[in-house]
């Protein structure tokens, strides 16, 4: 069975700080990571996806395999970033397949 | 392009009730995945469906039953109402064509059970 797990729920740092929002993955094959965000009266979208290898936002995530993560991180945080984060893990190739989700980090970035 | 567009919603049913919910899909979206969110947990999928038909299924038990119409949009249906059934229920679309796992999201149907 899979499971992603999001050990933080809340998370709150000042303005300009680093931000690290945890994912660990438990998943028997190869698997593609995800990071959706839920800003305050937004819906739930895409951030950033780890087979892009981009950094959306000032954020960045890379999958570690062998330690099973997929931490979000930015090194200067922003008020902006204020928002629901969640992980999200589905099966490599697996097309549109169902995503299974984590429970979700609330970041707060304090003024 | 609204996006995913969803309705009710929010809507109270009690116990043992039936209830529908619908989703039109973002514009040029073939793919309707639903998803339930309890309040404080993540999304956990239900059932996707691609060509009028349950491609996918999570693990939920048949009183969760849904539809796809050819112009793609998607109805949930839960019948027996319980109490856990208590939860927001988002709709996604996807295009089936472009792997890229990106959902777009609809706002939800808050579904209560007294």
């Known amino acids: 069975a899979q499971r992603v797990t999001q050990p933080e729920k809340l998370l709150s740092v000042f303005k300009g700080a680093p931000v690290e929002l945890k994912c660990n993955y438990s998943?028997?094959?190869?698997?593609?990571l995800f990071w959706y965000v839920q800003y305050s009266r937004q819906r739930l979208q895409l951030l950033l996806r780890?087979?892009s290898r981009e950094s959306i936002k000032g954020f960045t995530a890379d999958l570690n395999k062998g330690e099973t993560s997929f931490h979000l991180k930015k090194p200067f945080a922003q008020e902006e970033d204020s928002a629901m984060y969640y992980c999200a893990l589905r099966s490599a190739g697996g097309g549109a397949d169902g995503l299974t989700f984590g429970k979700g980090t609330h970041l707060i970035i304090q003024p | 392009d609204a996006g995913v567009t969803q309705s009710p919603t929010h809507l109270i049913k009690t116990r043992g009730q039936q209830v529908t919910l619908r989703c039109s899909p973002k514009s040029g979206h073939d793919t309707v995945s639903w998803y339930q969110q309890a309040l404080g947990q993540g999304p956990q999928f239900i059932f996707q469906?691609?060509?009028?038909?349950?491609?996918q299924r999570g693990n939920f038990p048949d009183r969760f039953s849904g539809h796809q119409f050819p112009n793609y949009s998607s109805e949930l249906n839960v019948n027996a109402l319980l109490l856990g059934d208590s939860a927001l229920y988002l709709c996604?679309?996807?295009?089936?064509?472009?792997?890229?796992?990106?959902?777009?999201f609809g706002e939800g149907s808050r579904l209560t059970v007294l």
């Open positions: 780890h087979i």
């Open positions: 996604a679309s996807s295009s089936l064509g472009r792997l890229t796992g990106e959902l777009f």
């Open positions: 469906y691609y060509e009028e038909e349950e491609r």
């Open positions: 998943y028997s094959g190869s698997p593609e």
